[in-house]
């Protein structure tokens, strides 16, 4: 390169220089900088196109320095998410500029199945519980360790007997005693719905699948719960008055979702996942964790929001916790999250 050429090049990057956009940064940085660049093109050189070179890398030092701390306030500024991020590789389209497979960022949980076969998933009746209002299954650890309680969790749904996707969800716990390696149980529990009419009998057919406690990366997830593209604001825990019996007791969560989409967002196809926590920063993945899952449609009587928020459209919505009477709702930090469904393995 000529010194011509340099003097050349020297003259686009200063012109580009005044026309850029002002960067705000410090004023004792930006004199630092100006001083040192100053400094350096005041320095004499026994070569002139060592000279050229010196005022070239002057300029582009100042301009250099000068996108680099905007990169940096951009980045400052940028809103952290509450959640977990999952990155996934998916192969990009070939183009001049693209080619060969991109990173994608997916803000949401990465579960993984714990070692636990599930079999017999049936309806039946546990003493003391009315006439078929229970789940029953057969749990067999399948690994060489034995798995307790806080180490996993249990995700029932149910579908439609005449066919049909998930239509109910919950979390479920696993055996309080825990699996040793090769053991079966028997494992039941009463969970609050889908009940056939007024009575106290489940209609619809019971799944159940178990994950561990805890993050999964993107190459380890078995299933990503993807958060939705929804905010959650102003959370309150309210105390239901009478409750539901002497040994369980609920609590309504209300809350105020915000459609951050530039897209209409159907809430039936959103699911709830509310969890009470001792931390302001655990996930529901926290072995104590009071866990819960909703569908994001009305459930309780005289109670409604539309179907659909449009982008920008915020509505307060309600659900109702239930739990045994030596759980605190009160004393824990209660949060809410929306995730797309299907929150469930599909095979």
């Not at 609050?192 to 380890?220: C, D, K, M, T, V």
């Not at 825990?237 to 369980?248: D, F, I, Q, R, S």
Request: aromatic share 8%; net charge neutral.
């Amino acid at each position: 390169m000529t010194t011509r050429d340099d003097d050349e090049l020297e003259a686009r990057i200063r012109r580009a220089y005044r026309e850029r956009e002002p960067v705000p940064f410090r004023d004792e940085l930006k004199a630092r900088v100006l001083r040192e660049a100053t400094s350096a093109e005041g320095k004499p050189s026994p070569r002139t196109a060592t000279r050229g070179r010196n005022r070239l890398m002057s300029s582009a030092a100042l301009w250099v320095a000068g996108v680099a701390v905007a990169l940096l306030c951009v980045v400052v500024a940028w809103p952290k998410t509450p959640l977990e991020s999952i990155t996934t590789t998916q192969t990009s389209r070939q183009s001049v500029r693209s080619q060969g497979p991109t990173q994608t960022v997916v803000h949401g949980f990465g579960l993984a199945y714990a070692p636990i076969e599930v079999s017999n998933v049936r309806v039946g009746t546990l003493p003391g519980e009315p006439a078929d209002s229970c789940v029953l299954a057969e749990l067999r650890n399948t690994s060489n360790q034995t798995l307790y309680e806080p180490d996993v969790m249990g995700v029932l749904w149910f579908t439609p007997r005449g066919g049909g996707d998930e239509n109910w969800l919950t979390f479920v716990n696993a055996p309080a005693e825990g699996l040793k390696p090769g053991q079966t149980v028997t494992w039941g529990f009463h969970p609050s719905g889908p009940h056939a009419g007024s009575s106290q009998a489940l209609s619809e057919i019971p799944h159940l699948r178990f994950f561990y406690s805890r993050s999964a990366s993107a190459e380890s997830a078995n299933l990503v719960w993807r958060q939705a593209p929804v905010g959650v604001e102003d959370i309150q825990v309210l105390p239901v008055a009478g409750g539901p019996g002497a040994t369980w007791q609920s609590a309504d969560v209300y809350a105020t979702l915000v459609n951050r989409a530039s897209r209409t967002v159907d809430l039936a196809d959103e699911r709830a996942v509310i969890w009470f926590s001792q931390g302001a920063s655990d996930t529901f993945f926290d072995p104590s964790a009071v866990r819960f899952l909703f569908h994001v449609t009305p459930e309780l009587p005289g109670v409604s929001w539309p179907s659909a928020l449009k982008p920008g459209e915020r509505v307060r919505v309600e659900f109702r916790v239930l739990s045994t009477k030596g759980t605190d709702f009160f004393s824990r930090v209660c949060h809410v999250v929306l995730l797309d469904a299907p929150l469930v393995p599909q095979n």
